[in-house]
Nanobody, 121 residues
């Protein structure tokens, strides 16, 4: 497994942007599918975006066109650029790693501690 540490959360207004970053420890970073998930109060955790080691990307429909996921395989980092933020984007955002390589949300098996994103209206 790998260790994941998120940063970059905060309080912003609707329409603003935020950039989340995830630092990943582990020599096999390149083999992992990396993703972002979020959990709002009273709701289940949901998939946001994922990127494979080859650069293949998938987005949830509710963030497509507004969020951009990227990874730097040399620096072992993953970023989530969030633009045009909405109050409904308010949640704790988690960085996650999938060691199986499938990219299925249920296959992510390493998680960060989460970072709070709050979007005011």
């Amino acid at each position: 497994q790998v260790q994941l540490v998120e940063s970059g959360g905060g309080l912003v207004e609707a329409g603003d942007s935020l950039r989340l970053s995830c630092a990943v420890s582990g020599r096999t970073f390149r083999r992992y599918v990396m993703g972002w998930f979020r959990q709002a109060p009273g709701k289940e955790r949901e998939f946001v975006a994922a990127v494979s080691w080859t650069g293949s990307i998938d987005y949830a429909h509710y963030v497509k066109g507004r969020f951009t996921i990227s990874r730097d395989n040399d620096k072992n980092t993953v970023q989530l650029q969030m633009n045009s933020l909405k109050p409904e984007d308010t949640a704790v955002y988690y960085c996650a790693a999938d060691s199986t390589g499938s990219g299925k949300p249920t296959d992510f098996d390493s998680w960060g501690q989460g970072t709070q994103v709050t979007v005011s209206s």
